[in-house]
């Protein structure tokens, strides 16, 4: 398969010329040193963890709000929870871990993620499964940020983007596999397996980064007040505001998906899962698409097509509310219109400066930013009585408030110029 962010890594960097095989996109070329594969992989699985807890949470709120005793809006509460927890903890986890020696914290990081999912799944009462899901949105940004670092500080220069592309990677693997497993055991077993099961795979990540990564000292070109700095790029911080807002409808919609099949239709128990398997294969899919649109038209006009795409998916998305089959098409063509990410990503490369770490992982933070807006608002729309097609509609207004605030970035762009030698860095 073709990798979207090795593309998106070359069309940052402007170096890209043309589309690179895909047999050269395959797999990392390692064979002469095969541990560093076997490092990669342990740093993709806690990507995975990460994955499967994060969206898992969105598909099994119907039975944890059931068994707590809350209604569906106030159990949005458990998914903006740890949204607003990855916003606080990126930053603060990557001042903190930018002279710190990477394979300990990053193996520190994920141990303290898969800690943080197993008190989730068992400690009792409402307070506290929100408590604990903030703060197991800590390590999330600062995990991913630093564990690309790392798999692409451990291979040739010339191969750095593939190390990135197969951390990335355990995130996307997550909804099409982790994702509809974490469902199955939270429908079959109880919702708490759903958040046991990436707590558990996160441990694993942890001792195996720790047996396999490469040691790496402290980088004496780090400079945490550097890494701040860009919060005070005015590029940076518009660029982070369309993810925020442009990425929200997806989360409207993507929070309350399962919930509203179960509400609206009498689906067959392999539904739920399927519904989110559908939406990850579609979000693959969908990756691929993103990075080849960002390569032809840039990161900014690419963003614009992508959030338009994204519009009518979730306009799709409430015309199927009461179809539990069309419900399920509607959640693969929902994963086809979330890539926003890649050219956004792509945007903060060119713009980062020396603060690559920290544009990481802020545009991390934004994502979950969106995590947090856009199910607090549907919430609000569905506990105001508009019925189980409110999160579509809630959706379809965050993508047009995105589309203003890129239209702000491209102006704010025009008036700077083209970025000061554009390139993807990886220190």
């Given at each position: 398969?073709?990798?979207?962010?090795?593309?998106?890594?070359?069309?940052?960097?402007?170096?890209?010329?043309?589309?690179?095989?895909?047999?050269?996109?395959?797999?990392?070329?390692?064979?002469?040193?095969?541990?560093l594969f076997l490092a990669i992989l342990a740093l993709a699985l806690g990507a995975f963890a990460i994955g499967t807890s994060e969206f898992a949470a969105m598909g099994l709120l119907?039975?944890?709000?059931?068994?707590?005793?809350?209604?569906?809006?106030?159990?949005?509460?458990?998914?903006?929870?740890?949204?607003?927890?990855?916003?606080?903890?990126?930053?603060?986890?990557?001042?903190?871990g930018a002279r710190l020696p990477r394979r300990r914290y990053v193996a520190a990081l994920i141990g303290a993620y898969g800690l943080l999912n197993l008190l989730a799944a068992m400690?009792?009462?409402?307070?506290?499964?929100?408590?604990?899901?903030?703060?197991?949105?800590?390590?999330?940004?600062?995990?991913?940020?630093?564990?690309?670092?790392?798999?692409?500080?451990?291979?040739?220069?010339?191969?750095?983007?593939r190390g990135v592309t197969q951390v990335i990677l355990g995130l996307t693997v997550a909804n099409i596999l982790g994702v509809p497993l974490a469902g199955a055991l939270g429908q079959?077993?109880?919702?708490?397996?759903?958040?046991?099961?990436?707590?558990?795979?996160?441990?694993?990540?942890?001792?195996?980064?720790?047996?396999?990564?490469?040691?790496?000292?402290?980088?004496?070109?780090?400079?945490?007040?550097?890494?701040?700095?860009?919060?005070?790029?005015?590029?940076?911080?518009?660029?982070?505001?369309?993810?925020?807002?442009?990425?929200?409808?997806?989360?409207?919609?993507?929070?309350?998906?399962?919930?509203?099949?179960?509400?609206?239709?009498?689906?067959?128990?392999?539904?739920?899962?399927?519904?989110?398997?559908?939406?990850?294969?579609?979000?693959?899919?969908?990756?691929?698409?993103?990075?080849?649109?960002?390569?032809?038209?840039?990161?900014?006009?690419?963003?614009?097509?992508?959030?338009?795409?994204?519009?009518?998916?979730?306009?799709?998305?409430?015309?199927?509310?009461?179809?539990?089959?069309?419900?399920?098409?509607?959640?693969?063509?929902?994963?086809?219109?979330?890539?926003?990410?890649?050219?956004?990503?792509?945007?903060?490369?060119?713009?980062?400066?020396?603060?690559?770490?920290?544009?990481?992982?802020?545009?991390?933070?934004?994502?979950?930013?969106?995590?947090?807006?856009?199910?607090?608002?549907?919430?609000?729309?569905?506990?105001?009585?508009?019925?189980?097609?409110?999160?579509?509609?809630?959706?379809?207004?965050?993508?047009?408030?995105?589309?203003?605030?890129?239209?702000?970035?491209?102006?704010?762009?025009?008036?700077?110029?083209?970025?000061?030698?554009?390139?993807?860095?990886?220190?």
């Open positions: 398969m073709v990798f979207p962010h090795i593309a998106m890594a070359q069309a940052g960097s402007g170096r890209y010329r043309k589309p690179v095989s895909r047999i050269q996109l395959s797999v990392p070329r390692m064979t002469h040193r095969p541990n119907p039975w944890y709000a059931a068994d707590l005793g809350v209604t569906e809006p106030q159990a949005g509460h458990v998914i903006s929870a740890y949204a607003l927890g990855v916003v606080v903890g990126a930053p603060i986890t990557t001042i903190l400690l009792p009462g409402f307070g506290t499964l929100v408590a604990t899901r903030f703060a197991a949105g800590l390590p999330h940004g600062g995990y991913l940020g630093v564990a690309m670092l790392m798999a692409a500080d451990a291979l040739p220069r010339d191969q750095r983007a079959g077993l109880g919702w708490r397996w759903g958040f046991a099961l990436p707590g558990v795979l996160a441990l694993l990540a942890g001792g195996l980064i720790l047996k396999w990564a490469p040691r790496q000292g402290v980088d004496p070109e780090a400079r945490p007040m550097r890494e701040l700095a860009a919060l005070a790029n005015p590029s940076v911080m518009l660029t982070l505001l369309v993810g925020v807002v442009g990425s929200g409808g997806l989360f409207a919609v993507y929070g309350y998906l399962s919930a509203a099949m179960l509400a609206t239709t009498t689906p067959p128990v392999w539904a739920v899962p399927a519904l989110l398997s559908l939406f990850g294969i579609g979000a693959t899919l969908g990756s691929i698409l993103a990075a080849r649109v960002t390569i032809r038209l840039g990161p900014m006009r690419a963003a614009a097509v992508l959030m338009l795409v994204a519009l009518v998916s979730q306009g799709i998305a409430a015309w199927a509310v009461g179809d539990w089959l069309l419900m399920l098409a509607s959640s693969f063509i929902l994963g086809l219109g979330c890539n926003v990410f890649v050219p956004l990503q792509t945007r903060l490369m060119d713009v980062g400066g020396k603060a690559q770490s920290m544009a990481a992982a802020m545009n991390h933070a934004a994502f979950n930013a969106a995590n947090a807006l856009g199910p607090w608002l549907a919430g609000l729309a569905l506990a105001a009585g508009w019925g189980w097609r409110a999160p579509g509609i809630v959706g379809i207004a965050l993508s047009v408030a995105g589309l203003f605030a890129l239209a702000l970035a491209a102006a704010h762009a025009a008036r700077r110029g083209p970025p000061v030698g554009a390139m993807i860095r990886f220190r």
